[in-house]
C-alpha cells in the first residue's frame, strides 16, 4: 500500500473509494454552486446556507461511515448529505419543493434527512443536533448496537448551551458519538476568536474530560484519520471525542450576505491557498494513485449528475396542496 | 376494586410497560435512589436498573434533545421533567425539534417519547415552581398534550401516551399524586381524544381541567343542594381535544363554565371556549360563556394568597350562579 | 409626511432612543456590522459602537439573562432575539426570571428591557424558523406583549416599550419589514394597550394582528364592493389587551372574525374570541365568533403550501361572508 | 500583623472584621438549623434548601464585598443573604409568610432579594442565576461603576446550558464578575462524579480560557483569600474567574430527602472533620485573634438574633389577599 503511506492515512482505503472521495467533493462544490446560482436567479425560495469550501469535512468525516452509522447535520448541511450517501437529484427536488425531493418539499434546504442512510437530518436551530446525536448514540449503547454518530455542528453553535449539555451526558456515559466541528471561524458574521475566550473550541473537551483534537479541516486525509480514530474510540465504548476541524467557507453565510465582517484578502488567501478539492488532487497525483486525466473524468463526471439532478429537479411535480395537513403526526 | 394513588398508576403504567418493552425507559434528574423529586418512580431503579431508570445531570434542554435521538433511532423514551416549570429550558428540543421532525422530513422518521411533568401550585414552592404552562404545548402542531385528574386515568392515559408514536406531553398534578382511586391490576388504554363526562347534569356544563375536576365536582355537589344540576366534563387530553363531547354537554345544557389552574389569560380554556363559541353549541347558550382561571400574577408563596390565586370551590360556584342568572338579552 | 419602512421605524425609534438615553443599549446575535439577520440595525454599529450595539455569541439564554440582569441594574437593554422561533431558548430568562422577579421580590427591582424578535412566515425559510408564538408569552403574568403592523404603528409602540419598567416583547413581522408608511420624524409614543380601529365599518367586525390587518383591510376593500361594511381593529398590543375598543366595536356591529398567522388552536385569536363571549358584547352578538388562524401543522417549505398553512385574503372574506349568513337561531 | 499571617490571609481584615465573620458563620447555621425546625414541624411551608456545613463559603466569599458589590443567590440562599448584609429577622419574617419579610410574604425561602444590599437574589431555577450575574457584571463594565458580582451557583448547576453560554460571555467581555461554584458533592441525589467526567469543575475554565481555581470551601481563609483574588482581577479589569470550593451540606437537598444516594458514614466523616465553624475557631484561637470564651460569646449573640429573629417573624402580620394582584408591573 505505498500510496497511503505516502498518504499518511491511518485506515486502509482503496484507490477506488479515493478516487470515489474526490468526486464526491467535487459533487459537494458543484451542488452547492447550483444553489447558489438559482438563488440568485430567484429560482428558488427560502435561504440557503453553502460549503463550498469545506467540502473536505463532510467527506471526510463521512468517508469510513456505513449506512448504520448515523450523522446529525445542520443548516449548512447539503454536504454532509451528500458524504453521507445522500441522492443529489433528490436534494435538489427539495430545494425545488418538489414531491420527490427527500421531504417530499416541505424541509427545504435546512431540513434534508435521509433516515435509511442514517441520515438523521439538518437541523435549523444552531445547536439544536446536537443533544440528538447523543440520543441516537444512547439507542446505540442501550440497544447494543455498534453504529456510531457523528454529530456536525459550527464553530458559533459551540456556544450554545445544547454544546454544553449534550457533551456532557455523552461524556458521563461514555457514549459512542463523535462531536465533529466545522470551525469555519464565522458564525453567521461573528469572528470564532471574538466569540470565545480560547484558542481552539476542541480546548473545551477538558470541560468534559474526553479528547480534543485540532486538524486542518481543509485536508481531507487529516479529517479521515482523525474520525477514524474517534469512531474506534467510540465503538470501543471509550465514549466521544471532541474534533475541530479548521476550515473557511468560501461564500457569504447565506442568501444575502455583504460579508463586510472579513476581508476580501482573507477569502482569496483561503480561496487560492487551501482549497481542499486542490490539496486533496495534488495528493492523489503525487502519491500515484490516480492521474489527473482520470481526476478530471472524475470531476466530469460529477458535473453529469449534479445536471441530471437539476433536471431531475425541475422537471418533477409539486406538491398539492392536500400535502399540507400530512406527516404531522405518525 | 383495589385503589391506589395517581402517583402510585403513574408508576405502574411506566413499570408494566417496560416489563413488556426493552425499548421503553426512563430519564430525568434524580429518578434513581431519589425515586424523583415527588417520588413516582421510587423502587422502579431497583427492579430495571441504572440503565433504563437513567440518572442524568441537570440539563433539560440536553434529557430533552437526548429523548428526541432515541426515539427518532428506536427507543421509547419517557422523560421525567422534574418541575413542569424547567420546560423553558427544554422546550427548543420539544417544539422545535420532536413536533416538527416528522413533517419537515416529509413523512419520514417519528418521535414516539413521554414528557412526563408535575404541574400545578399549592405546595409552597412559589413563583418558579408552581406553573401551568400547559397551554403552550398545545399551541404546537406535533404534539400531544394530556392531564389526567385521577389515578384511573393516569393510568390508563399513560398507556395511550407511551403507545403513541408521537411526542405526548403528559401534565401530573403534584396536588393529585397523593388522590386514590380504583384502578384494574392489569394494564389498559384509554384513548387520547376522548373526554369523559365525570357527572351528569342538566342546567349547565363545566369543562374542567386536572385538579379543577376535582374542584368542580366538590363545587356541583353543593350547587344541587340548592336544585342546580351540573355537568363537569374532563377532557383528559387537550390535544388532541374531544370537542364533540364538549359540543354535546353544552348543547344540552345551553351554558358552559371553563376552569383550569392556568393563568386565565391565554389560558387553554380561550380554546376551549371559543371553540363552542364557534361551533353550533353556540345557538343553544343561554348564557355568556365564563371562564375561570388563576389571576394574572405569578404564583406567590404565603399560602393564603397561594390559593387565592386560582380558582376554588366558592369561585366555581358563583360562576355558575352568575352564568345561570344572566341570561342573554339581545338574542 | 415623509413614508419610511417598518424596518426603518424600528431602527429609528432604537436610535433616537440611544442618542438621548446611554442606558439603552442592543444586544444580539450579528447585529454589528452585519446589521441582524434582517437589518434592521444597520448602521447603527456606525453610529453607537460596538459596546452599544454588543454583538453576541450564538447563546440565546445566555443574552436574555444578561439583559435581565443588566436591566435589573440600571441598564434598559434591548435584545433582538435573530429568530422569534428560538425563543424556546431563551424562555427560561425570559419567563422564570424577567417576567417575575418584581412580585418574587416583593414589589422591589424592575427589569426594563425589549425583547425585539421577527416572526411570521412567508419567507421560506420552514418550520424552524417561521412560528408566531406570540401566544406563549401573552399566558405570562409580568410580561407585555407588542405586535405592530405599520411603520408608525412600530415607531411609537417601540418608543413605549423602551419607556416601559417592564420585560416587553416587541414582535416584529418579517414580511412587514419592508412595508412603508407615512412616520414622523421626531418621536411619539403609542401607548401599550390601545387598539386602534384600522377602518370603520358597521357589519362586522375583524380583529386582526401584524400581518393579517392588512389582509383584513384587502378583504374589507373587497367586501365592501359587495356592500358589506367591514371594521378592522388591530389590537397593538396583545397584552395589555384593550378589550374595550374590541367590545365596543363589536356591540356596534354584532359580528366578529378573529383573524391571526399562529397557528388557530391555542392562539391568542382564543383569548380574544372567549374575552368577547364572556362580555357584556356577547348579547349583540348575531353570529358564531369566527377565528382565523395557521392550520395545525409545521410551516412547511414549498410556497404554495406555506402560504396555504396561514390564512389569506379570500379565507378572510369567506369568514366574513359565513359569519354574516349564520344568524343564530336558537336565541 | 501577626496573627493574619498565621492565617495565610491575603487580604487585611482585622479582628473585628474576622470575630464577626465567627458570628456570622453561627448566624448561618443557626438560621438553617432553625429553618429546619419549623419545617419538621410544620410551621413553615413550602420547601427549603438547607445549607448546614457550607457556611465558609457563603462567609467567605462575601467578606470583602461592598454593598454596592453584587452576589447573584440560589434555591440553597439563607447564607449567601446573611452574608451579604441580610438580616435574618426580615428573612425568617418572609419564610413565614409575612408582609415584613423580604418579599412580603410573596418569594418565599428560594426568592430572599435583598437590592440595597446587592443581593440581586435567590434563584429557584438551577443555573438561572448565571446570565442574570453576567448581566449585572454587564452593568458594571457599561456604567464604568467598579462594582463586582459574585455569583452563586452549585456543582449540578453546572451542567445547565446556562452556565456555558454566560461564562462564555463574560470571558469574551473581560466582565467583573467571579464565578462561585459551591460543589457540596451533589446535585439533588447525583454525585458529581457521576454527573460530569472532570475531576474538578474548576476545570471547565479551561473552556472559557480563564482561571479555574480549587479551593477548600470549609476553610472560610482559602475562601477569602480565592475571592479577593477574583474580585480584584475583575475589578482591574482582567475578566472573571471561577471558582470552585468544594463543601458539604449536612442536611438532606430539601425538606424531604431520605439521602438513600450517600452513606450515613460520609456524612458523619465530613461533620465530624471538616466542620468549617469548628476550623475556623481554631485558627482564631490558635492565632491568638480571639480566645475560646469570646467566640462563646459571639456564638450566644448569634443565636440571641436568630430568637429575635424568630419572634419578630411571628409577631408580624400577614399580607392581605389586596396583596395578591400587586407588583406584577411595575
Ligand atoms: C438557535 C439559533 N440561533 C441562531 C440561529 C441563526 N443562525 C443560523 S446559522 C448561524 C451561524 C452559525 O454559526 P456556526 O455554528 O459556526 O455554523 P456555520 O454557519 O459557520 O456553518 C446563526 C446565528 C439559528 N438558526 N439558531
Ligand atoms: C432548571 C432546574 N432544574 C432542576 C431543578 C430542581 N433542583 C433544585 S435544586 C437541584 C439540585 C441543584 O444542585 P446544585 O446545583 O449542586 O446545588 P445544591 O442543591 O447542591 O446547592 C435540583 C435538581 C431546578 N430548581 N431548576
Ligand atoms: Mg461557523
Ligand atoms: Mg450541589
New interface residues.
Partial sequence: MEQTKTLKLVPELSNEKLKGLYKQMWLIRYFDEQVDQFFAKGMIHGTTHLAVGQEATAAGACALLSDEDKITSTHRGHGHSIAKGGRVDKMMAELFGRTTGYCKGKGGSMHIADLDKGNLGAMGIVGGGIPLAVGSALTAHMKKLDYVTVCFFGDGASNEGSFHEAINMASIWDLPVVFFCENNQYGMSGNVSEMTNVENIADRAAAYGIPGVVIDGNDIIEVINATYEATERARLGEGPTLIEAKTYRWKGHSKSDAKKYRTRDEEKDWRDNRDPIKRFKEDLVEAGIATEDELETLKKAAKQEMDDAVEFAQNSPMPSLDELLTDVYA | MREITYLEAVREAMSIEMRKND?V?LMG??I???GG?FGVSRGMIEEFGP??IR?????????????????????R?IMELQFS??I??A???I???A??????????????MVVRTPSGSG???????SQS?E??V?????L?VVQPSTAYDAKGLLKAALDD??PVIFYEHKLLYKTSSEVPEEEYSIPLGKAEVKREGTDITIVATAIMVHKALEAAAELEKEGISVEVVDPRTL?PLDTETIIKSVAKTGHLVVVHE??K???????I???????EA?????A????LGG????I??????EK??IPQVPDIVNAVKETLTKK????
Fill in positions: 425499548d425507559f434528574e434524580d434513581g435512589v431519589y423529586a440503565e433504563r440518572n442524568t445531570p441537570i440539563s433539560e434542554a440536553g434529557i430533552a434533545g437526548a429523548a428526541v435521538g432515541s426515539a427518532l433511532t428506536g427507543m423514551p416549570d424547567f423553558t429550558i422546550l427548543d428540543q417544539v422545535n425539534q413536533a416538527k421532525l416528522r413533517y419537515m422530513y416529509g413523512g419520514k422518521g417519528k418521535v414516539p405546595t409552597g414552592a412559589a413563583a418558579q415552581h404552562l397551554a403552550w398545545t399551541h404546537i402542531p406535533g400531544k408514536d408521537n390535544v392556568a393563568v389569560r391565554g389560558g387553554f380554556g380561550g380554546e371556549a371559543s371553540m363552542i363559541a364557534e361551533s353556540f345557538d343553544y347558550l343561554d355568556p360563556i365564563k371562564r389571576v394574572e400574577t405569578p406567590p408563596y404565603n399560602p393564603e394568597l387565592a390565586a342573554a338579552v339581545a338574542k
